[in-house]
């Protein structure tokens, strides 16, 4: 039912189509994720933005769906992000790759995304990438 808009959100991830999004997403959608990493957006434009420095940063950066489920307005997916951080931006690029689970909350009317909510562990990313250690991590 929502299909398109998480293929055009795929597209955009995966391969920088942002055009894609404007059909499929609202205005003034909202995302929210964890402050550690900062990819907050308030509005379609802002989304653009976010997936803008995520793909400066790692230039091979790719989102896999593992499971969705689609009840009513909503959908529910666990996903996969991959990259290497070899591009430039809020920190020095480390040349070190990632891949870190999450899950998203997404929210429809209209047949536009209007809301989405993002779970991941930020710091485990950071610690990933050689920017925090943590406790336990092979060194």
């Known amino acids: 039912m929502h299909q398109n808009i998480i293929d055009a959100l795929l597209a955009a991830w995966n391969e920088g189509d942002y ?10 959608a909202v995302r929210r994720s964890p402050a550690s990493v900062g ?4 509005g379609l434009a802002e989304l653009k ?3 803008r420095t995520f793909r400066t940063q790692f230039p091979d950066a790719r989102v896999d769906i593992d499971e969705i ?3 009513g307005d909503r959908s529910y997916a666990r996903w996969t992000f991959t ?6 931006g809020d920190f020095p690029a480390t040349g070190k790759p990632v891949s870190i689970q999450g899950a998203s ?5 209209g047949g536009k995304l209007t809301e989405e909510l993002v779970f991941f562990d930020g710091m485990e990313m950071l610690g990933q990438l050689g920017l925090v250690d ?5 060194a």
Do not use: C, E, K
């Open 49 to 51: 933005d976010v997936i």
């Open 69 to 71: 489920q689609f009840v």
């Open 83 to 88: 990259g290497t951080n070899t591009g430039p």
């Open 39 to 42: 990819s907050d957006a308030d």
């Open 105 to 109: 909350h997404a929210r429809y009317a």
């Open 134 to 138: 943590l406790p336990g991590a092979d």
């Open 19 to 28: 055009d894609g999004l404007d059909a499929v997403v609202d205005q003034s």
